[in-house]
């Protein structure tokens, strides 16, 4: 069970050398953590391993942010994205991730993820695109709340004659 958390205003930042890295099972339970993870997010690797990887969701995300995730690591892609991620304490820290399906002679396994520091540019592009996604989330409810976000993202980025990856990556890279 995942322990009810109150989001505080306090950002948690890492180095620009340090990646956080976490492996998981077909379901997202934590098969792995480093170090840096524990560091971050506050948690003992005893807390961590066996958990739902939404141990560290933030209600700030968008929940069709991780139905894209899903859908794209479970054809066998690799997914790249911000995500704002929450410690034990309710602090915040925004990352950038890349998450890739675990091969085993041709099956997938399990995922892995690694994730940098998230620049700040980058954070001051996505949050609005988060935001906005979070506000029609709320309006279209539950059962087509992915659907309706995701609606509304693809169609801002085709305005922008870009994708959710290709405008990840130039943030990253920019
Ligand atoms: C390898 C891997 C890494 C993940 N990393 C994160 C993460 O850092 N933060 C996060 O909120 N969700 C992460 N997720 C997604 C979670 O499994 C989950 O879908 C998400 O937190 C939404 O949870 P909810 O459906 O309970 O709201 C990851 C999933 C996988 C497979």
């Known amino acids: 069970m995942k322990p009810r958390i109150t989001p505080t205003q306090t950002e948690v930042t890492f180095a620009p050398h340090e990646t956080i890295v ?12 480093n170090r840096v993870f524990m560091k971050v997010a506050n948690y003992s690797e005893e807390e961590l391993l066996g958990a739902q990887h ?9 929940r069709g942010a991780f139905k894209h995730l899903w859908d794209t690591i479970q054809e066998g892609r690799e997914w790249f ?5 929450m410690t034990k304490e309710g602090h915040y820290y925004w990352v950038f991730a890349n998450v890739t399906p675990d091969f085993e002679a041709g ?15 980058a954070i001051r592009a996505i ?4 935001t906005e996604m979070r506000r029609i989330e709320q309006e279209a409810g539950a059962a087509q709340a992915c659907a309706a976000s995701l609606a509304w993202l693809t169609a801002k980025l ?17």
């Open 81 to 85: 994205g911000f995500v704002k991620n």
């Open 22 to 33: 976490s492996k998981t099972d077909l379901k997202g339970r934590i098969t792995y953590a």
């Open 54 to 62: 939404n141990i560290v969701r933030h209600p700030d995300m968008p």
């Open 127 to 130: 949050e609005p695109l988060y």
């Open 158 to 174: 085709t305005e922008l004659r870009t994708d959710y990856e290709s405008l990840v990556l130039s943030l990253f890279h920019d």
């Open 107 to 121: 099956r997938i396994v399990g995922y892995f993820s690694v994730r940098r520091q998230a620049p700040r540019a």
